[in-house]
């Protein structure tokens, strides 16, 4: 089976880190066409320096890494440097990239990519506020039938909300992209915080990095031992939960995910719900079915997959 095609648009962070690694360690099920950089954990000056950081980890300068919207669509920014630290990348040190951050827009990469590829064969994976998918639908409306399949982190439903009581970051952030990607009828595959929150690296699982005894697994347990610190204080959690992985691992091995399709949609007029991801898991609505909504995960399974594949790196 030939890989699948796809662009990563994200905001690193450690978890998109580990996403994107997983991403190149993964050759054969996944060709990653580039990296588009958007402002969410950090702002976007950092994360299209990340992407490139985390590239020459992986010891791929090739990969091309463009900069895409530094705001979202009709708000201001908001960042979590409480989570991700100042540089987003805290944890562990690692050199600044020397590979060059592309010229173009990362939105004008989206939109003339899905353009020159056959329609279909595209996925978009992303990991942070929705803006730059956003800002290329509303752009290049005709890019959205061409679109294979969009598998993102964001949302949550019994989990409910990370950074306020009814929304998580990622559609916190920019809910109205968000609203429009949802609506846009594109094939729609969710990892919401109710199965991320099941993908905890234990102390055990930290160790398994470790134990790789590569830069790759060494630099991976020490972004996770740092981003624990929130969900652990928040939650009481047993260790990060490993949220933008899940989109990768998704496309490794979608056995290990299982889901529901069902209506997501987006709040976006008030304040106190603002970002909240509606996701009618009961059904008690006739509103039309948008997306796969993933629930749960072999955890066992992720873990065993991920650790294999960063062993590759
Ligand atoms: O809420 C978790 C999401 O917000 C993850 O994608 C994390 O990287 C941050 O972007
Ligand atoms: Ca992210």
Redesign the pocket.
Known sequence: MSPRRIIIDT?P?Q??AVAILLALASPDEIELLGITAVA??VPLELTAKNARIVCELAGRPDVKVFAGCEAPLARPLVT?EHVHGKTGLDGPVLPDPTMPLQERHGVDFIIDTLRAEPPGSVTLCP??PLTNIAAAFRRAPDVIERVAQIVL?GGAYFEVG?ITPAA???IYVDPEAAAEVFASGADIVVMP?DVTHKALVTRARNDAFRALGTRVGEAVAQMTDFFERFDREKYGSDGAPL??PCVTAYLVRPDLFTGRRINVEIETGSDLTRGMTVADWWRVTDRPENALFIGDVDADGFFALLTDRLGRL
Do not use: R
């Open positions: 905001d962070g978890d998109d969410g954990n979590a990991l942070g982190m990370n998580e970051f990622n915080l949220h933008d």
